[in-house]
């Protein structure tokens, strides 16, 4: 045969762009580096882990779910109770320092600015690998392709049993990852749209038909579902129709997954991570159901107590279930609720039960309380002596809790909003069980806490009250410091106060987070100072003789003054303005201000969907 030579070798410039070898090439890279980020993260947070634990916070619960065992409540033993040695938090307390400048957080906006910075790197992730060498609008695959590679972190980050959240350790459960699956999905759309608007533009230009053969059919079929999805996930629609919210993300996913496997045989291999979590999700699940009895206890009009019976033990404080109530023909509704007290071997709280509160502000909780009220009056008219209403309920969890121990630090302060005090209230029935009860059995630190609750009448106080006063009680005459305060809002009833040792009522008047946290880490003036250390205040009078020259006696300063260097713990639990204001007040504190502390570490709970 003869020989003619090389091939002739086209010019770059007049090569074909084949989108079917180039583009999966770019949802390659996409992938690799969100997982290296992914990685990173996981990698900072192995110190997070080994604490959690050699402190026994580590993953309690996460197969068994909750359980029932054989220790159950010990009462508290103040012979056991030890005075910690000072400490100090150089290391740790820099890094906490350095990383609160990133919790600055906007009115109206839900993130902070490190969350806003991790989402604004993804997005240019995401728009540099759909723009950068492709000649997109002549072949726009490449923001389809784009948007199948958002499937896998679409559902890392949206499962309530994320594998993802198990390798960041306790306190990063689904609810603080959501936001990352909100705007993947976001993404996923972002792709979607201009795949589809370059394509039909396309179709328009040539005079072709954007209906017909099925790849443009189901294609036209898939980005309609997304778009159901995307306009039904906006914030209003999840808070105040939530049930239908999930129905349709469920059902919407099943159907976009269907329509777009027949759209395109691409996207067949990025269902496969997706189903994974998912099933993983739903394996835990299935290993941790339980059906429990339980009572209800209406409080009041507003408050549904739910104590679920032979539960102590598979959850840490401040964690919460997701809740069924076999009530009414509603028995495929969950809501999640945080558990109030810490197991029975570590509380303060006799019983060997879950305590969860319901109040209600939506339509399930409100049918609760009613359906509570209408049968223990009907209990009553039948002379049944029993407390409560005997119901029987089905929990799924624990899930999520708390990423900073309060043990760790030798200062904590605990702010609550209305029923986010079911979530400050069990961490300090935690930590004041360990200090006191257990004597210290992992070296907590901890040494005062003020705890302050915003509520918006007196009587509102008497939801947890009884939790409240078994705490203080338990707390008092220790080597534990503790200082309760309630801000109520209107003045309606106030000699409704329940007698709480150690506990201030101020009215009419919310909390400052930044003020409160000012107060508990600023020293007493030297006058005040003096006058604490030599006169004993007694718990039910709480009072000190001052003079006219003497400084205002805050509520923080009833606190015994511990130095610097140890460490301050900000918890804080309610409504947005809330959690926002606890952020603004942590990255307020100067960075040199901070390191004398030992740092100040802060989680917060959003009590809304």
């Keep these: 045969m003869a020989d003619f030579g090389a091939p002739p070798v086209i010019p770059t410039e007049l090569q074909q762009y084949n989108s079917y070898v180039e583009d999966p090439k770019w949802q390659r890279k996409f992938s690799i580096i969100w997982a290296a980020g992914v990685g990173i993260a996981v990698l900072a947070s192995i110190p997070h882990l080994v604490r959690a634990y050699k402190n026994r916070r580590l993953y309690r619960g996460l197969v068994t779910g909750v359980t029932e065992n054989s220790r159950g409540y010990v009462p508290a033993n103040h012979a056991a109770d030890i005075k910690p040695a000072r400490t100090g938090r150089r290391v740790s307390g820099l890094v906490e320092t350095l990383w609160s400048s990133t919790l600055w957080t906007l009115p109206g906006v839900e993130l902070d600015v490190g969350q ?33 590679a958002q499937f896998p972190v679409v559902f890392l980050f949206g499962t309530k049993n994320s594998v993802l959240s198990l390798l960041l350790g306790p306190g990063n459960g689904y609810e603080k990852l959501n936001y990352i699956h909100r705007w993947a999905g976001r993404g996923m759309f972002i792709g979607a749209t201009v795949h589809g608007a370059l394509w039909i533009n396309n179709h328009l230009v040539f005079d072709l038909p954007i209906l017909g053969q099925q790849k443009e059919t189901s294609g036209v079929a898939a980005f309609g579902v997304l778009c159901v999805l995307i306009l039904t996930s906006i914030r209003p629609i999840r808070r105040f129709f939530y049930e239908s919210f999930f129905v349709i993300h469920v059902l919407g996913f099943v159907a976009f997954f269907v329509t777009i496997c027949y759209h395109t045989e691409y996207a067949s291999p990025w269902i496969f991570p997706p189903l994974a979590f998912y099933g993983f999700d739903m394996l835990l699940r299935m290993f941790r159901y339980r059906i429990k009895d339980a009572t209800l206890v209406p409080v009041d009009s507003n408050m549904t107590l739910i104590h679920v019976h032979d539960c102590d033990d598979g959850w840490v404080a401040g964690q919460h279930v997701r809740l069924r109530v076999f009530f009414s023909g509603r028995i495929l509704e969950s809501h999640p609720l945080t558990i109030v007290n810490a197991p029975a071997s570590s509380s303060c709280i006799a019983g060997n039960s879950i305590t969860l509160a319901a109040r209600a502000i939506g339509d399930w909780t409100r049918a609760l309380n009613g359906y509570a009220q209408a049968e223990q009056e009907r209990l009553r008219a039948e002379k049944d002596d029993r407390p409560g209403v005997p119901v029987q309920v089905m929990i799924d969890g624990p ?12 200062s904590a302060l605990l702010v609550a909003g209305g029923s986010g005090a079911t979530f400050t209230l069990g961490l300090l029935d935690d930590i004041v069980a360990r200090c006191v009860k257990l004597g210290r059995p992992h070296g907590e630190k901890t040494r005062r806490i003020e705890f302050a609750w915003c509520v918006r009448s007196y009587g509102a106080i008497h939801w947890l009250a009884p939790m409240l006063m078994d705490i203080a009680n338990t707390v008092a005459g220790t080597s534990l410091d503790l200082h309760i305060t309630v801000y109520v809002t209107c003045l309606c009833n106030p000699e409704d106060v329940p007698p709480i040792p150690n506990m201030d009522v101020i009215a009419p008047t919310r909390p400052s987070v930044t003020g409160l946290l000012r107060d508990l880490i600023t020293p007493p003036p030297p006058q005040l100072l003096s006058a604490l250390e030599s006169k004993k205040i007694e718990a039910e009078t709480q009072s ?33 303005s809330l959690t926002r ?19 100040v570490a802060l989680h917060t709970e959003l009590f809304a969907i």
Aim: a negative charge; aromatic letters at 6%; proline letters at 4%.
């Design 581 to 599: 204001e606890a952020h603004n007040a942590v990255a307020r504190v100067s960075l040199t201000r901070g390191v004398e502390l030992g740092g």
């Design 116 to 148: 806003m910075a991790v989402i604004a790197a993804y997005l240019a992730l995401l728009i540099a690998c759909i723009t950068m060498q492709v000649p997109l609008v002549d072949n726009p695959n490449r923001a389809g392709f784009l948007a199948l």
């Design 399 to 410: 899930y999520g809790g708390s990423s900073v121990d309060l043990g760790e630090y030798e």
């Design 544 to 576: 000190i003789e001052t003079d006219e020259n003497m400084p205002e006696l805050t509520a923080s300063s009833r606190l015994q003054w511990v130095g610097l260097g140890g460490g301050v713990a900000v918890c804080a639990a309610g409504p947005e």
